[in-house]
């Protein structure tokens, strides 16, 4: 198989983090739980897989900013959270795909959670939104 051909895939589960999420009163004041999964799909350099730490996609470095932008941020939609992160997520030259998807825990009374995804395809460059209640 050529190199260039290769991808990996990088799955962060369950990220719990709170955040100031929503538009009614309460939901301003008071920052919510959220859980975010987010799946990165790249093309791997051949360094990376000699152990070269500086050719691989750093996962850590991708969640810190992931976890700055949240906690630090305020916002009135699922949707434009879920897009910021996605924005995070494929920004590095070599992501091909991603995919995020975030739970708002308690969003709706009888349901466990209410989430967004979102993906991106690096061949489309434009993410492409699918809602589903879990």
Same mark, same amino acid.
């Given at each position: 198989? $050529?190199?260039?051909?290769?991808? @990996?895939?990088?799955?962060?589960?369950?990220?719990?983090?709170?955040? !100031?999420?929503? *538009?009614?009163?309460?939901?301003?004041?008071?920052?919510?739980?959220? %859980?975010? $999964?987010? +799946?990165? +799909? !790249?093309?791997? @350099?051949?360094?990376?897989?000699?152990?070269?730490?500086?050719?691989?996609?750093? !996962?850590?470095?991708? +969640?810190?900013? %992931?976890?700055?932008?949240?906690?630090?941020?305020? *916002?009135?939609?699922?949707?434009?959270?879920?897009?910021?992160?996605?924005?995070?997520?494929?920004?590095?030259?070599?992501?091909?795909?991603?995919?995020?998807?975030?739970?708002?825990?308690?969003?709706?009374? *009888? @349901?466990?959670?209410?989430?967004?995804?979102?993906? !991106?395809?690096?061949?489309? $460059?434009?993410?492409? @939104?699918?809602?589903?209640?879990?």
């Amino acid at each position: 198989m $050529n190199m260039k051909n290769k991808l @990996a895939t990088i799955k962060v589960s369950d990220l719990r983090l709170r955040t !100031y999420i929503g *538009f009614n009163p309460d939901e301003k004041e008071k920052r919510q739980d959220i %859980v975010i $999964n987010m +799946t990165i +799909t !790249y093309r791997i @350099a051949e360094p990376a897989l000699h152990d070269v730490v500086e050719e691989a996609l750093n !996962y850590k470095t991708i +969640t810190k900013q %992931v976890i700055s932008h949240v906690e630090q941020g305020r *916002f009135l939609l699922l949707e434009k959270l879920v897009s910021d992160v996605l924005d995070i997520c494929s920004s590095h030259r070599d992501v091909q795909a991603a995919e995020v998807t975030i739970d708002k825990p308690h969003a709706l009374r *009888f @349901a466990d959670s209410v989430s967004l995804s979102m993906q !991106y395809d690096a061949q489309q $460059n434009s993410p492409h @939104a699918m809602e589903r209640a879990s």
